[in-house]
């Protein structure tokens, strides 16, 4: 029998010796960043390859940073004129709408966030009141943590109070859930996104061609006639070569996804062995700009500080 996505989420690697057990490894150990690996996500790790560009990503590896990596490397919080609300740009707010993603991906800029009284429900008055008399905005951004991790139940009630505000015409959702357990694709989820009148672009955070799974193509097919977008992070030893990223474009446009954004890595304390520097950035775009159509090239940006995003090349 299938596992429902909520299994998935309970049976996720947790531990170091979980982890040490499950991949045959001794290199795990716990982190500031706890260990959370969904099944799904970890099968397409190959256990012999220690450099594994999945394995990469969620092992937990303390580097000592330099004076640039932060704890909050992308200030979001002074751009919170409400809790659980961060406003940048004029036409668009991000909702913090989930404390919990369903992998911890230890590059996270996130990962110290405090979302404490960010719940955006118990703050919905706020919210509602800042967003109604915004009439410039015209697109909610579901984020986190990651929205679907939130019930159907909880993301139809955040749905139906974003589709009372008449201005609001766009609903984004980011999410790496969708990848990394495909089972949370539900019947349910893609009949809310089909219905409601907003409309819907689904931007997914994908770094890697491998991982993406059957499951997940088969799953994200229901979704084709919504906007279907892709974020990478740009990460050392996991996705640093223009035809590691030739592939990723290529690969998700089987699934009519189009890559949007390559982010440069958001300095985040710990996060050191992950950067890629400028230069070296700059050389594997243009070789890239070489392999795909512009209309699979990602945008290759960096957050400045939390007041917008910089085209690089
Ligand atoms: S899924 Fe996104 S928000 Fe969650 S840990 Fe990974 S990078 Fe951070």
Known sequence: MNKTWNESVRNSLKTAS????????????????????????????????????????????????????LDSPVSDERHSPVKGLIHKYPSRVLLISSSVCAIHCQYCFRQNFDYQDNDILKNWPDIDSYLSRSKEVNEVLLSGGDPLTLSDKKLSKILKKIESIRHIKTLRIHTRTAVVIPSRITKEIISMLNKTRLKVVIVFHINHAQEISDDFIKNVEALRNLT??????????????????????????????????????????????????????????????????????????????????????
């Not at 490894?25 to 450099?51: M, Y």
């Not at 030739?246 to 985040?268: N, Q, T």
């Not at 700059?282 to 400045?304: A, C, S, T, W």
């Open 18 to 69: 979980d982890c040490n057990e499950y991949f045959d490894h001794d290199g795990f150990q716990e982190g500031s960043f706890p260990i959370k690996i969904p099944l799904e996500f970890a099968q397409r790790i190959n256990k012999s390859d220690p450099l594994d560009p999945l394995l990469l990503q969620i092992l937990p590896k303390e580097t000592q940073s330099s004076n640039d990596f």
């Open 228 to 313: 279907l977008l892709n974020q990478s992070v740009f990460l050392k030893d996991v996705n640093d070569d223009a035809k590691v990223l030739a592939k990723l474009s290529y690969k998700l446009f089987e699934s009519s996804i189009l890559p949007y954004y390559i982010h440069l890595l958001d300095k985040v304390t710990g996060a050191e062995r992950f950067l890629i520097s400028d230069n070296k950035a700059n050389e594997i775009f243009i070789k890239l700009q070489k392999l795909v159509p512009g209309y699979l090239l990602p945008r290759l940006v960096r957050d400045e500080g939390g007041e917008s995003k910089r085209l690089v090349l």
